[in-house]
């Protein structure tokens, strides 16, 4: 063991530090997202997690951190070769290298925003401008709801015939619509081809084969109809449960591939306060167009909608060089503390942004809870039935594995369980110290920033201010869309929003923070321990990557390259790399062993049923949802199908670059080793 690894210089900074690896992005924009999302239904999956998986993995982490850290290891490859004596276990620890860094790439843009809408609530106004107006879409059930139908009506489409001026109608809608698209699609040739055909004596089953020859044609031509049937054409509950009923009856296979609701469910509609619908039976209305301004900001801010195109006049930016700006800002801020020692940087940056967040969350949501919102008169709702939305548990929403697969990948992503992160910070522990009572302090810390902070704040605004069902629907455009796009509009409308809106994003970025140079840990300590590279060329190091690796999460247009790491990495992976640790550690290193280690130096007695929980409940509970998420989803996230023609060349870079970065650390594992076998151990400097 080198004696010059960092160490924790005292209880509370390894305590704030663990605590700020813990808390970030995920307690405020992602937990908030999914309840709207999910409903009252989530919280009971959710909690059953944190105890099943989530609190057992937090042991888990830290015990063998703490195991690694006598041996000088910091990062995955190292502790699974001591945890076990096999060729290959240290290059199933590339992955707790790999994922972290992944994470990293994309969640330090997300934090450069953070820091970008700081500066630009206290310098910028987003006021809305008279008569915006908006279609909002008031689904009995939900949003996703909406969009199940309207695929319903495109996937009819493509299954039933279509007759030829039906095709021809769809192109000219969309030509006026979205001319570039046309272009693009080059329809009018299809068309005349259709023409050369014996158009008016073909069948209608000639005529659906012809066209599902040019699905994907079809599919663009559907898909833009079924933009404009979503904002322009009002629908009525009548409609709804007659699409409902027209799908169950000729297409069960799609009914449950859409997840189309029971009887049971439109019988919840009307439990609904849909009072606020006008004229009461239509389901889509007008509203002001609240949320314009704010969306255009971010659309802006991120490059969504294009520059070049002399249709759109830019408003608040014309280039990405803000977003470049600010993005490389945040990875030089990262790599500056990283680079610093780990109780100089780390430690010292967990003191001060850990109590200011908890003490700008606190602020909020005193704020939150004691707003009276304006627009109450008009739709009905107040915070309180933003609060009510998520904690009335409805137990007749349970039966969907896709809401338990997300409550536990929730759990995971905010706990920072399952990527080698807090294995990592935990290495830095002497071979004594208590592991269960700070561990259990770290989960709580999380969780109460979650459920009680996290939980009070964005969602009880949003639908004070929008109404439930215009919460749901600013949710349902994107997962950062209540922070980003509804957060700084409500701001701008209440008394102190000026100050309000910075607080807000100054506690984003300083969640993000203390995450995100918990993310990049591992790597850090993975070049200084298995290179005997220093702490300060360690950091370089780390900036080239972050930016080499960030370039296509930045420039891209959309998010389809950002969702696709959040989802391979952020997501399946942790899962994965979770379960192996499991396994290695309470089964290969063994259940005896793997006890002794969590019992040592403990403060709090753990009590028997851990190991049960460890070594059996929350594997099988692993793998029991990775099983139905895989029969469930698997066609759906790896098909590139669903996406536009556009983006399906950033969704294969994406996984390439997933591979790519797993299979470099898996590389640099081996070439360690072989370095490391010919010569004696490198000495870590600090
Ligand atoms: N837990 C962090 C959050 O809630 C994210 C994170 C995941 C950090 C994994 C470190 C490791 O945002
Ligand atoms: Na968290």
Same mark, same amino acid.
């Given at each position: 063991?080198?004696?010059?690894?960092?160490?924790?210089?005292?209880?509370?900074?390894?305590?704030?530090?663990?605590?700020?690896?813990?808390?970030?992005?995920?307690?405020?924009?992602?937990?908030?997202?999914?309840?709207?999302?999910?409903?009252?239904?989530?919280?009971?999956?959710?909690?059953?997690?944190?105890?099943?998986?989530?609190?057992?993995?937090?042991?888990?982490?830290?015990?063998?951190?703490?195991?690694?850290?006598?041996?000088?290891?910091?990062?995955?490859?190292?502790?699974?070769?001591?945890?076990?004596?096999?060729?290959?276990?240290?290059?199933?620890?590339?992955?707790?290298?790999?994922?972290?860094?992944?994470?990293?790439?994309?969640?330090?843009?997300?934090?450069?925003?953070?820091?970008?809408?700081?500066?630009?609530?206290?310098?910028?106004?987003?006021?809305?401008?008279?008569?915006?107006?908006?279609?909002?879409?008031?689904?009995?059930?939900?949003?996703?709801?909406?969009?199940?139908?309207?695929?319903?009506?495109?996937?009819?489409?493509?299954?039933?015939?279509?007759?030829?001026?039906?095709?021809?109608?769809?192109?000219?809608?969309?030509?006026?619509?979205?001319?570039? $698209?046309?272009? #693009? *699609?080059?329809?009018? /040739?299809? %068309?005349?081809?259709? =023409?050369? @055909?014996?158009?008016?004596? +073909?069948?209608?089953?000639?005529?659906?084969?012809?066209?599902?020859?040019?699905?994907?044609?079809?599919?663009?031509?559907?898909?833009?109809?079924?933009?404009?049937?979503?904002?322009?054409?009002?629908?009525?509950?009548?409609?709804?449960?007659?699409?409902?009923?027209?799908?169950?009856?000729?297409?069960?296979?799609?009914? $449950?591939?859409? #997840? *189309?609701?029971?009887? /049971?469910? %439109?019988?919840?509609? =009307?439990? @609904?306060?849909?009072?606020? +619908?006008?004229?009461?039976?239509?389901?889509?209305?007008?509203?002001?167009?609240?949320?314009?301004?704010?969306?255009?900001?971010?659309?802006?801010?991120?490059?969504?909608?294009?520059?070049?195109?002399?249709?759109?006049?830019?408003?608040?930016?014309?280039?990405?060089?803000?977003?470049?700006?600010?993005?490389?800002?945040?990875?030089?801020?990262?790599?500056?503390?990283?680079?610093?020692?780990?109780?100089?940087?780390?430690?010292?940056?967990?003191?001060?942004?850990?109590?200011?967040?908890?003490?700008?969350?606190?602020?909020?949501?005193?704020?939150?809870?004691?707003?009276?919102?304006?627009?109450?008169?008009?739709?009905?709702?107040?915070?309180?039935?933003?609060?009510?939305?998520?904690?009335?548990?409805?137990?007749?929403?349970?039966?969907?594995?896709?809401?338990?697969?997300?409550?536990?990948?929730?759990?995971?992503?905010?706990?920072?369980?399952?990527?080698?992160?807090?294995?990592?910070?935990?290495?830095?522990?002497?071979?004594?110290?208590?592991?269960?009572?700070?561990?259990?302090?770290?989960?709580?810390?999380?969780?109460?920033?979650?459920?009680?902070?996290?939980?009070?704040?964005?969602?009880?605004?949003?639908?004070?201010?929008?109404?439930?069902?215009?919460?749901?629907?600013?949710?349902?455009?994107?997962?950062?869309?209540?922070?980003?796009?509804?957060?700084?509009?409500?701001?701008?409308?209440?008394?102190?929003?000026?100050?309000?809106?910075?607080?807000?994003?100054?506690?984003?970025?300083?969640?993000?923070?203390?995450?995100?140079?918990?993310?990049?840990?591992?790597?850090?300590?993975?070049?200084?321990?298995?290179?005997?590279?220093?702490?300060?060329?360690?950091?370089?190091?780390?900036?080239?990557?972050?930016?080499?690796?960030?370039?296509?999460?930045?420039?891209?247009?959309?998010?389809?390259?950002?969702?696709?790491?959040?989802?391979?990495?952020?997501?399946?992976?942790?899962?994965?790399?979770?379960?192996?640790?499991?396994?290695?550690?309470?089964?290969?290193?063994?259940?005896?062993?793997?006890?002794?280690?969590?019992?040592?130096?403990?403060?709090?007695?753990?009590?028997?049923?851990?190991?049960?929980?460890?070594?059996?409940?929350?594997?099988?509970?692993?793998?029991?949802?990775?099983?139905?998420?895989?029969?469930?989803?698997?066609?759906?996230?790896?098909?590139?199908?669903?996406?536009?023609?556009?983006?399906?060349?950033?969704?294969?870079?994406?996984?390439?670059?997933?591979?790519?970065?797993?299979?470099?650390?898996?590389?640099?594992?081996?070439?360690?080793?072989?370095?490391?076998?010919?010569?004696?151990?490198?000495?870590?400097?600090?």
């Amino acid at each position: 063991m080198s004696s010059s690894r960092g160490a924790w210089a005292s209880r509370i900074g390894l305590v704030l530090a663990m605590a700020g690896n813990a808390v970030g992005l995920g307690n405020f924009l992602r937990f908030p997202g999914l309840c709207t999302k999910y409903g009252g239904a989530f919280l009971i999956p959710y909690f059953i997690a944190l105890l099943l998986l989530g609190i057992p993995l937090m042991w888990v982490e830290w015990s063998i951190g703490r195991y690694g850290g006598q041996f000088g290891h910091s990062t995955a490859p190292g502790v699974f070769d001591k945890l076990w004596r096999n060729r290959f276990s240290k290059y199933l620890g590339a992955l707790g290298v790999a994922l972290p860094l992944l994470i990293t790439i994309y969640y330090c843009y997300i934090e450069s925003w953070c820091l970008a809408y700081t500066w630009y609530s206290v310098t910028r106004p987003f006021a809305p401008q008279e008569g915006d107006t908006q279609k909002i879409l008031y689904s009995p059930v939900s949003p996703q709801f909406v969009t199940e139908v309207a695929a319903w009506k495109s996937s009819r489409a493509l299954a039933l015939p279509i007759t030829r001026t039906e095709w021809e109608q769809k192109g000219q809608n969309l030509k006026s619509a979205n001319p570039r $698209r046309f272009e #693009k *699609l080059n329809p009018p /040739a299809i %068309f005349s081809n259709l =023409d050369t @055909n014996r158009d008016d004596s +073909l069948t209608t089953d000639e005529l659906t084969l012809q066209s599902s020859n040019n699905s994907n044609l079809m599919r663009d031509l559907i898909s833009q109809d079924r933009e404009s049937q979503l904002t322009k054409e009002p629908i009525t509950q009548a409609e709804w449960l007659a699409a409902t009923e027209d799908i169950l009856q000729h297409n069960p296979e799609m009914a $449950r591939l859409l #997840k *189309l609701p029971s009887d /049971a469910a %439109f019988t919840a509609i =009307d439990l @609904n306060k849909n009072s606020a +619908l006008d004229p009461p039976e239509r389901l889509a209305i007008e509203k002001p167009l609240a949320n314009a301004r704010t969306q255009l900001f971010l659309d802006e801010y991120l490059g969504s909608r294009s520059y070049e195109d002399p249709a759109i006049e830019a408003t608040y930016f014309r280039t990405l060089w803000p977003a470049v700006f600010f993005w490389i800002v945040t990875v030089a801020i990262n790599c500056l503390v990283l680079g610093t020692d780990i109780n100089a940087g780390i430690e010292r940056l967990a003191k001060i942004a850990m109590p200011a967040l908890i003490i700008f969350a606190i602020i909020l949501a005193v704020r939150v809870l004691t707003f009276q919102s304006p627009s109450t008169a008009e739709h009905g709702y107040t915070v309180w039935d933003g609060m009510n939305f998520i904690w009335e548990p409805r137990f007749d929403q349970l039966a969907n594995p896709e809401m338990w697969l997300a409550a536990a990948g929730q759990i995971f992503f905010t706990l920072s369980v399952g990527t080698g992160s807090i294995l990592c910070y935990a290495s830095y522990l002497k071979r004594n110290d208590d592991c269960a009572l700070t561990g259990l302090a770290t989960a709580s810390t999380n969780e109460f920033c979650e459920v009680v902070l996290g939980g009070s704040i964005a969602i009880p605004m949003a639908v004070a201010v929008f109404g439930l069902f215009g919460a749901q629907a600013i949710a349902s455009g994107g997962s950062f869309n209540i922070g980003f796009v509804a957060m700084p509009l409500i701001f701008e409308q209440m008394p102190l929003g000026r100050l309000f809106g910075p607080i807000w994003f100054a506690l984003l970025f300083f969640a993000g923070i203390t995450s995100s140079v918990a993310l990049a840990s591992p790597m850090m300590a993975f070049l200084q321990d298995e290179f005997g590279i220093s702490r300060k060329s360690a950091a370089g190091i780390l900036f080239g990557i972050l930016i080499g690796f960030g370039i296509p999460v930045v420039v891209f247009p959309g998010s389809a390259y950002l969702d696709q790491l959040d989802f391979w990495a952020g997501t399946l992976g942790l899962f994965i790399f979770a379960l192996i640790e499991l396994i290695i550690f309470g089964w290969i290193f063994g259940g005896k062993e793997m006890w002794a280690e969590m019992t040592r130096g403990a403060q709090i007695p753990m009590p028997r049923f851990v190991y049960y929980l460890v070594r059996y409940v929350a594997p099988i509970y692993m793998f029991v949802i990775l099983g139905l998420w895989i029969l469930q989803e698997w066609q759906t996230l790896t098909s590139v199908e669903s996406f536009l023609p556009e983006q399906r060349g950033y969704i294969w870079m994406a996984r390439a670059s997933v591979v790519t970065v797993i299979g470099l650390v898996a590389l640099l594992v081996g070439l360690a080793w072989a370095i490391k076998n010919s010569s004696p151990p490198p000495e870590r400097r600090e």
